[in-house]
């Protein structure tokens, strides 16, 4: 039988040395937790909270998280497309998520403040209506990607092709719209 767990507080638990138990998680608080390349495969996590939580590299195959909130986390690498993608819905602040993957997952209404997502894989989201926050896209991938109504007006060093994406009513600044024009190898001074 799976455990459950309901609005319990895991506060500086190393999940590399203490078994991370299969089952739902409802309501929980993981602060100061390591995670890192531990495989948190098909646990369901229900309006839960991680603040200051090392994920680099945990293995999420068909793990659920609904309504869950990532703040000052290290998710480096992460394979979010594993995930349940079933009412999937994360929000991210002041977290690194180099390298992690949402290939064809559908997370719109996702908010990104002030994350690290470089070389991030957006490769066929729908991400339509999400905020990019003060965040950094550095070889972030944008192809067949669903960006429709997202907010970039305060995000950097992106290159979205408007050819290859769903753009419409996307919203950038004058400061950063030649993210979208580097694929024409044009100058704008």
Known sequence: MDAFFDSEEFTKVDFTKTKLKKGEYDS???????????????IQFLECEFINCNFSNTVVNETSFKECAFSNCKMIGVKFNECNSFLLQMNFSNCQLNLSSFYQLKI???????????????????????????????GAIFDQTNIEKVDFRSATNFVINPESNKIKKAKFSQENIIGLLQKYDIVVE
């Open 108 to 138: 719109p209404n996702t908010k990104f403040v002030n994350c690290n997502l470089q070389e991030v894989d957006f490769t066929e989201a729908d991400i339509h209506n999400s905020i990019f926050e003060d965040c950094d896209l550095k």
């Open 28 to 42: 929980c608080t993981f602060e100061n937790c390591n995670f890192e390349n531990v495989h948190a495969s098909s």
